[in-house]
T-cell receptor, first 114, second 116 residues
Framework: DTEVTQTPKHLVMGMTNKKSLKCEQH?????MYWYKQKAKKPPELMFVYSYEKLSINESVPSRFSPECPNSSLLNLHLHALQPEDSALYLC?????????????FGQGTRLTVV | AQKVTQAQTEISVVEKEDVTLDCVYE???????LFWYKQPPSGELVFLIRRNSFDEQNEISGRYSWNFQKSTSSFNFTITASQVVDSAVYFC?????????????FGKGTRLHILP
């Protein structure tokens, strides 16, 4: 099983809303990631969690707030987003932090901010 | 610099033709990993292959094959007898190991259209 599950698949939110994106994996992976992907661009790294602790924040605005409640779950809390934050948000996981194994990606959440 | 270059932005071929997607990388690390991912319209990035810097053997998996040439810093991907289902964006990616920071560096991707 190499599945990373993301919910919801689509999300439309207003600029004053608060919403959360969820990601789940049951592969025992201890590194989890959030990526943002704009149309016709490669994925851009936002956050990395290693052993449930935030290890990388790529200077992401504070309106994006990640959370890793346990080794299987990763959330991304959204608040006061801007229309330019509309994008595909991808979650990924890999086996062990610091080891250069491949990452497995979810199907993503297509977010539209209106 | 750590960088992946996919010079082909978009390629169109007719079904059953062979097609090669180019990937050139730059890294200071002596140990690193290279990957190819496929992204169909549904959005998910599908892992295709991993190759480490010490293993220059070419790999074949069905209609897919990969050619890793350390001397030219290239990791090219060939689809033989292409099919419409191969239409997708393909990303080449690099994972350096020196910093142990778990970052994957993606190329800009090649959009492949297989025409029936």
């Amino acid at each position: 099983d190499t599945e990373v599950t993301q919910t919801p698949k689509h999300l439309v939110m207003g600029m004053t809303n608060k919403k959360s994106l969820k990601c789940e994996q049951h592969m025992g992976h201890r590194a989890m990631y959030w990526y943002k992907q704009k149309a016709k661009k490669p994925p851009e790294l936002m956050f990395v969690y290693s052993y449930e602790k935030l290890s990388i924040n790529e200077s992401v605005p504070s309106r994006f707030s990640p959370e890793c409640p346990n080794s299987s779950l990763l959330n991304l809390h959204l608040h006061a987003l801007q229309p330019e934050d509309s994008a595909l948000y991808l979650c990924a996981s890999s086996q062990l932090p610091g080891q250069a194994t491949e990452a497995f990606f979810g199907q993503g959440t297509r977010l539209t901010v209106v | 610099a750590q960088k992946v270059t996919q010079a082909q932005t978009e390629i169109s071929v007719v079904e059953k033709e062979d097609v090669t997607l180019d990937c050139v990388y730059e890294t200071r690390d002596t140990t690193y990993y290279l990957f190819w991912y496929k992204q169909p319209p549904s959005g998910e990035l599908v892992f295709l292959i991993r190759r480490n810097s010490f293993d220059e053997q070419n790999e074949i998996s069905g209609r897919y094959s990969w050619n890793f040439q350390k001397s030219t810093s290239s990791f090219n991907f060939t689809i033989t007898a292409s099919q419409v289902v191969d239409s997708a964006v393909y990303f080449c990616a690099l994972r350096p190991t020196m910093n142990r920071d778990d970052k994957i560096i993606f190329g800009k991707g090649t959009r492949l259209h297989i025409l029936p």
